[in-house]
């Protein structure tokens, strides 16, 4: 079955960076567009960043410049570089698989101090 695991968040101070890893399992990894959404405490999820099969790279505009998602093929993982990161990046951020039926990690939390 579907399986997405997440690692790699934290706390870190504003204008810190940290890199999100998405290990993927039980499907073909390298056929698929892969996802980064994340939630904040009261909010809904919001789409985050996107990278096709191609390797094309898709962002919300709260985080252009700032985040840079990417995959290993390879390696059936996807990854979120993000770069200076700012307290309103905090959230729980889930890595998606989305084709018809939607599968979602756990999450990992990244928490952002002022």
Same mark, same amino acid.
């Given at each position: 079955?579907?399986?997405?695991?997440?690692?790699?968040? +934290?706390?870190?101070?504003? +204008?810190?960076?940290?890199?999100?890893?998405?290990?993927?399992?039980? &499907?073909? &990894?390298?056929? *698929?567009?892969?996802?980064w959404?994340?939630?904040?405490?009261?909010?809904?999820?919001?789409?985050?960043?996107?990278?096709?099969? /191609?390797?094309?790279?898709n962002?919300?505009?709260?985080?252009?410049?700032?985040?840079?998602?990417?995959? /290993? *093929?390879?390696?059936?993982?996807?990854?979120?570089?993000? *770069?200076?990161?700012?307290?309103? /990046?905090?959230?729980?951020?889930?890595?998606?698989?989305?084709? +018809?039926? /939607?599968?979602? +990690?756990?999450?990992?939390?990244?928490?952002?101090?002022?």
């Amino acid at each position: 079955q579907v399986q997405l695991v997440e690692s790699g968040g +934290g706390l870190v101070q504003a +204008g810190g960076s940290l890199r999100l890893s998405c290990a993927a399992s039980g &499907f073909i &990894f390298s056929w *698929n567009t892969m996802r980064w959404y994340r939630q904040a405490p009261g909010k809904q999820r919001e789409y985050v960043a996107q990278i096709t099969s /191609d390797g094309y790279t898709n962002y919300v505009d709260s985080v252009k410049g700032r985040f840079t998602i990417s995959r /290993d *093929n390879a390696k059936a993982a996807v990854y979120l570089q993000m *770069n200076s990161l700012k307290p309103e /990046d905090t959230a729980v951020y889930y890595c998606a698989l989305r084709r +018809g039926t /939607d599968y979602w +990690g756990q999450g990992t939390q990244v928490t952002v101090s002022s």
